[in-house]
C-alpha cells in the first residue's frame, strides 16, 4: 500500500446530495491532487494544491470543490452531481510541483444516481 | 495532435514472453518520463521513473526513453500472470504537470 489514504472507498449518491472525499498523505509532501479517472480516458487532472493553496483548477465545475487544510489533507467537496461525473476519483501527492512522481492513492470509486 | 499517445490495448501475451509497452509524445520539453502500473479497483502504482534518455532497468522492468524519436518503452521480461494490469506512461516538463496516456491493458495468459 502507498502512503497515500483515501476514503471512503465506494460512494453512491443521489444528484440532490452532498458528500466528501476525503483523502491523506503520510509521505511529508508538499504538493497534492485530485484527478478523476473515467473509462477509456486519461487521468484527468482537476485541482493542484502546492503548500495548501490552490495552484491550478482546471475548469472544474463548481458543483466539486476542493479544501486543503494542511499539507496532509486533502478534501474534494461534492454537491448536486450529475451521472456523467460517475467515475474514479483518485488523490496524488509529490515532494514538490517541479516535475517528477506522484504518488497515488486507491481511489473512491463514485456512483452517482 | 495529443500529447500522448498510448495504445490502449488489450494486448495479450502468453507467460514468459517479452513485452513491450510503447508512448510517443509531441511536446519537446518533457523531461521526466514515468511508468505506473493499475490493478482493477486501485491506484495507479509508480513502477518506473527516468530522467532524460536512456535506459533504466529494475529487476524484470527496463524503461528505455529516446527524446530524438519523442518515443518510451516499458520492457516486461519473463512476463508473469501477475503482471496483468493497465500501464500508464506519464511525463513532464520541469515546471508543468504531469500529462498521462490512457494506458494500456496488458493480459498475461498462464
Known amino acids: 500500500e502507498t502512503g497515500v489514504t483515501q476514503t471512503p472507498r465506494h460512494l453512491v449518491m443521489g444528484m440532490t446530495n452532498k458528500k466528501s472525499l476525503k483523502c491523506e498523505q503520510h509521505l511529508g509532501h508538499n504538493a497534492m491532487y485530485w484527478y478523476k479517472q473515467s473509462a477509456k480516458k486519461p487521468l484527468e487532472l482537476m485541482f493542484v494544491y502546492s503548500l495548501e493553496e490552490r495552484v491550478e483548477n482546471n475548469s472544474v465545475p463548481s458543483r466539486f470543490s476542493p479544501e486543503c487544510p494542511n499539507s496532509s489533507h486533502l478534501f474534494l467537496h461534492l454537491h448536486t452531481l450529475q451521472p456523467e461525473d460517475s467515475a474514479l476519483y483518485l488523490c496524488?501527492?509529490?515532494?514538490?510541483?517541479?516535475?517528477?512522481?506522484?504518488?497515488f492513492g486507491p481511489g473512491t470509486r463514485l456512483l452517482v444516481l | 495532435q495529443k500529447e500522448v499517445e498510448q495504445d490502449p490495448g488489450p494486448l495479450s501475451v502468453p507467460e514468459g514472453a517479452i513485452v513491450s509497452l510503447n508512448c510517443t509524445y509531441s511536446?519537446?520539453?518533457?523531461?521526466?518520463f514515468m511508468w505506473y502500473r493499475q490493478y482493477s479497483r486501485k491506484g495507479p502504482e509508480l513502477l518506473m521513473y527516468?530522467?532524460?534518455?536512456g535506459n533504466k532497468e529494475d529487476g524484470r522492468f527496463t524503461a528505455q526513453v529516446d527524446k530524438s524519436s519523442k518515443y518510451i518503452s516499458l520492457f516486461i521480461r519473463d512476463s508473469q500472470p501477475s503482471d496483468s494490469a493497465t500501464y500508464l506512461c506519464a511525463m513532464s516538463d520541469r515546471d508543468d504537470k504531469i500529462i498521462f496516456g490512457k494506458g494500456t491493458r496488458l493480459h498475461i495468459l498462464p
Open positions: 527516468t530522467y532524460s534518455s
Open positions: 511536446n519537446s520539453a518533457f523531461q521526466y
Open positions: 496524488a501527492s509529490s515532494q514538490d510541483l517541479k516535475g517528477g512522481s506522484q504518488y
